[in-house]
């Protein structure tokens, strides 16, 4: 199939643009699964820094081809989700935040210092494998994934868990077990996201993983809404175009920027596209 002129060169002007669309729905989705939980973490961009260095070790020293390394990828953001998730999920609310974003910049630490990953000047030279096929079709299955999820019984087990965390256990739901669970899925979707970012812009650097992004990615799911797996990814996609909407006016861009988010949170605090999910019968 010919692809017309017309759309050969839009897709080649904003090529970068649309694949940060897919990498930054999936960066909302980590988020959205911890918030759909209850739960207040943000160690997104800590998960997304070990998918991007790892993958692209993988790819650089390894010579791995791209279908393993993206699996693979995962492997270190889950152990560490795994190994952070038992002593920090005994927090709530901020302090679990304060914890995570701890967590993160302990990290950031050891990429900046560790010379093997490139330190403090990063990473150059990955391989641009990351196709924007790829990049939209994992995002179209995470989101029928967590559609069906929460539409089943663990989706209820979810909704009761962020409304009330306490009656949620009194009524027998396992409740550390899901926030785990929330956790390491969380890791997944983001290293998925870090391993194709780091693909996509063959460089990367410790400043990527750090605070900033942890609260661009929590922004993600405020503006959307956490009613529906799809809300916070059209959250992303209106933060990820806005930039270039505005491109004219830098001045004013950051500031309204937070402007959106900040009127977003007191006005809907759902979310521009908060509405819940029909759920089947018990």
Same mark, same amino acid.
């Given at each position: 199939?010919?692809?017309?002129?017309?759309?050969?060169?839009?897709?080649?002007?904003?090529?970068?643009?649309?694949? %940060?669309?897919?990498?930054?729905?999936?960066?909302?989705?980590?988020?959205?699964?911890?918030?759909?939980?209850?739960?207040?973490?943000? =160690?997104? +961009?800590?998960?997304? =820094?070990?998918?991007?260095?790892?993958?692209?070790?993988?790819?650089?020293?390894?010579?791995?081809?791209?279908?393993?390394?993206?699996?693979?990828?995962?492997?270190?953001?889950?152990?560490?989700?795994?190994?952070?998730?038992?002593?920090?999920?005994?927090?709530?609310?901020?302090?679990?935040?304060?914890?995570?974003?701890?967590?993160?910049?302990?990290?950031? @630490?050891?990429?900046?210092?560790?010379?093997?990953?490139?330190? +403090?000047? =990063?990473?150059?030279?990955?391989?641009?494998?990351?196709?924007?096929?790829?990049?939209? @079709?994992?995002?179209?299955?995470?989101?029928?994934?967590?559609?069906?999820?929460?539409? @089943?019984?663990?989706?209820?087990?979810?909704?009761?868990?962020?409304?009330?965390?306490?009656?949620?256990?009194?009524?027998?739901?396992?409740?550390?077990?899901?926030?785990?669970?929330?956790?390491?899925?969380?890791?997944?979707?983001?290293?998925?996201?870090?391993?194709?970012?780091?693909?996509?812009? %063959?460089?990367?650097?410790? =400043?990527?993983?750090?605070?900033?992004?942890?609260?661009?990615?929590?922004?993600? +799911?405020?503006?959307?809404?956490?009613?529906?797996? +799809?809300?916070?990814?059209?959250?992303?996609?209106?933060?990820?175009?806005?930039?270039?909407?505005?491109?004219?006016?830098?001045?004013?861009?950051?500031?309204?920027?937070?402007?959106?988010?900040?009127?977003?949170?007191?006005?809907?605090?759902?979310?521009?596209?908060?509405?819940?999910?029909?759920?089947?019968?018990?």
């Amino acid at each position: 199939m010919t692809i017309p002129g017309w759309l050969d060169d839009f897709l080649w002007t904003y090529q970068t643009l649309i694949h %940060d669309l897919g990498i930054n729905g999936l960066l909302a989705l980590a988020m959205y699964v911890v918030l759909a939980v209850g739960q207040l973490s943000l =160690g997104q +961009a800590a998960f997304m =820094g070990l998918g991007a260095y790892s993958g692209a070790l993988l790819s650089m020293k390894l010579h791995w081809p791209f279908a393993l390394v993206l699996p693979a990828s995962c492997v270190a953001p889950v152990l560490f989700a795994l190994a952070i998730g038992v002593p920090t999920l005994r927090l709530s609310g901020v302090y679990l935040a304060i914890a995570t974003i701890g967590l993160g910049e302990v990290l950031r @630490s050891v990429y900046i210092n560790w010379d093997y990953v490139g330190g +403090a000047l =990063g990473l150059n030279g990955i391989p641009e494998r990351a196709e924007t096929w790829m990049i939209f @079709s994992l995002l179209g299955v995470a989101l029928l994934a967590l559609f069906l999820v929460g539409r @089943s019984r663990f989706g209820r087990a979810m909704e009761a868990m962020r409304e009330d965390a306490t009656a949620a256990a009194a009524m027998g739901i396992n409740v550390r077990r899901y926030h785990l669970m929330a956790l390491v899925t969380s890791a997944i979707l983001a290293g998925l996201a870090g391993s194709l970012g780091a693909h996509e812009a %063959d460089f990367i650097s410790p =400043g990527e993983y750090g605070f900033e992004p942890a609260v661009t990615i929590l922004s993600f +799911a405020l503006l959307g809404g956490i009613g529906n797996p +799809a809300a916070p990814v059209a959250g992303a996609w209106f933060l990820t175009l806005l930039p270039e909407m505005m491109r004219d006016l830098p001045e004013i861009r950051l500031a309204l920027n937070g402007a959106i988010i900040v009127l977003a949170v007191l006005f809907l605090p759902r979310g521009l596209f908060g509405w819940r999910m029909k759920r089947r019968a018990a």
